[in-house]
């Protein structure tokens, strides 16, 4: 349409222009040679429709130059706009060629990445191959577990039937060992009554001798005479009522021992006086006893359980000559390791130095260890002497005697005397 618009213009331009020419003096001949116009004929008989035509030309004119101005704003708009798509298109060009290196970038990759194919599916292979093998192994490996496990079951169940022998094996020797006890406690009543009838026998000669003597007198050993009671039937079986120093008491199974009382009812089983006396000693003389009575010593751990199994007893220990501690005690046998039994401590005191930890300890010496520790760590080895220990070596009234104040437990020095003392107690076991 504008194109249409255009041409008419352009033929109305080429009128005026033309008619222009005729009216600056150019012949009639030639205007109408350049514009073939009407003859004369026309243009006489029709002068009012040429001026007419004219008119509208000029009107005409005039409407074009206005839709030229219009035309004109709107190619001004249709440049802008073209402009901007323009701009556009250039924006969607350079975005277009950048997702194109792109799209050749990625086609390099998936070049590349279909190269690596075969490389991959050759490593896929192989490890799909090991995996094979893997699992080949992994089902050796269960059956050998499976005969190893029956193999391991069968040996658990052979030495199971050992160990029951071995258990019923340790309970006919324990049945030995007790009765082997047994006939040793009656070996040793036997002894020690043979040892009462030779004091008997020696004890009435003395008293036929001291006869003749006072009566002048020819008795013979054989005259008839009210015989006297045995010798450990006319002891007392304990310190109660008897006065301080040695004396010989009567203990269970008809033993006779000499003891040491202090004159308050009180027997001594231990006293440490001046280090003369080494108690770094074994588990067969802690169990019968050694020093000297008259000076340090220790009573026995035989002697001290049947003593103490026979009727309740206390214990009391005094440092310095101070009493820093009272116990209900009793101590097992033997076969049980001379195991200590109701250690309680007695209200009365406080248990300064808490030479007890716990009932039921054993006692342990440098040769038989019974104690918390292995052989490396047995606190008879750490704290030179015997003792009933719980996880503390060094609370022990038998260690060397220059060690008193160290392994006591105390930080108070000086410690120059230890004295345990036994008696018949009130409380019940």
């Known amino acids: ?41 026309e243009l006489v008989k029709e002068p009012e429709q040429k001026e007419n035509s004219l008119s509208i030309i000029l009107s005409e004119i005039q409407k074009i130059q206005s839709n030229t101005a219009n035309i004109e704003l709107k190619l001004k708009k249709n440049d802008e706009i073209i402009a901007r798509q323009n701009a556009e298109l250039e924006n969607k060009l350079r975005l277009l060629k950048m997702q194109v290196k792109e799209v050749n970038k990625a086609n390099e990759q998936l070049i590349d990445y279909k190269n690596q194919i075969p490389a991959l599916n050759a490593t896929i292979n192989i490890q799909n191959e090991e995996i094979s093998k893997l699992e080949t192994q992994i089902n050796e490996n269960s059956n050998e577990r499976m005969e190893t496990e029956t193999e391991h079951n069968s040996k658990i169940s052979d030495l199971t039937n050992r160990l029951d022998e071995c258990q019923r094996e340790l309970e006919e020797k324990s049945e030995l060992t007790e009765r082997l006890y047994n006939c040793e406690t009656k070996y040793n ?77 009180w027997m001594i089983i231990q006293r440490r006086i001046n280090g003369n006396v080494d108690f770094n000693r074994n588990w067969q003389e802690y169990k019968d006893g050694f020093g000297d009575l008259n000076d340090e010593f220790w009573f026995g751990l035989d002697k001290l359980h049947l003593v103490t199994s026979s009727a309740p007893h206390e214990l009391i220990i005094l440092i310095n000559r101070e009493a820093v501690g009272s116990y209900n005690f009793r101590i ?98």
Not at 17 to 25: D, E, G, N, P
Not at 219 to 246: D, M, R, V
Request: with cysteine; hydrophobic share 30%; aromatic share 12%.
């Open 1 to 41: 349409m504008i194109t249409q618009k255009c041409r008419k213009l352009f033929a109305v331009f080429f009128i005026v222009v033309q008619i222009c020419a005729v009216s600056s003096q150019s012949t009639v001949d030639d205007f109408i040679s350049t514009t073939n116009l009407p003859n004369e004929d």
């Open 189 to 265: 009543d036997v002894s020690y009554k043979l040892t009462d009838s030779e004091e008997y026998l020696e004890y009435t000669k003395s008293k036929l001798r001291e006869c003749r003597t006072t009566n002048g007198k020819n008795y013979t050993e054989t005259e008839n005479e009210e015989t006297p009671k045995p010798l450990a039937e006319s002891l007392p079986s304990f310190c109660l009522n008897l006065t301080a120093g040695i004396h010989k008491i009567q203990i269970p199974k008809g033993r006779v021992s000499d003891v040491v009382c202090d004159g308050d009812g």
């Open 332 to 429: 097992g046998g033997a076969g049980e390791m001379y195991k200590l039994y109701k250690i309680r401590n007695n209200a009365d005191f406080a248990d300064k130095y808490s030479f007890f930890k716990n009932d039921e300890e054993i006692f342990t010496t440098y040769d038989e260890n019974n104690g918390p520790g292995d052989d490396d760590t047995n606190c008879a080895n750490y704290a030179y002497g015997g003792w009933w220990y719980s996880n503390v070596c060094e609370i022990n009234p038998n260690t060397h005697y220059d060690y008193l104040n160290r392994l006591v437990g105390s930080d108070e020095y000086g410690i120059h005397q230890i004295t345990m003392m036994i008696r018949p107690s009130t409380d019940r076991y």
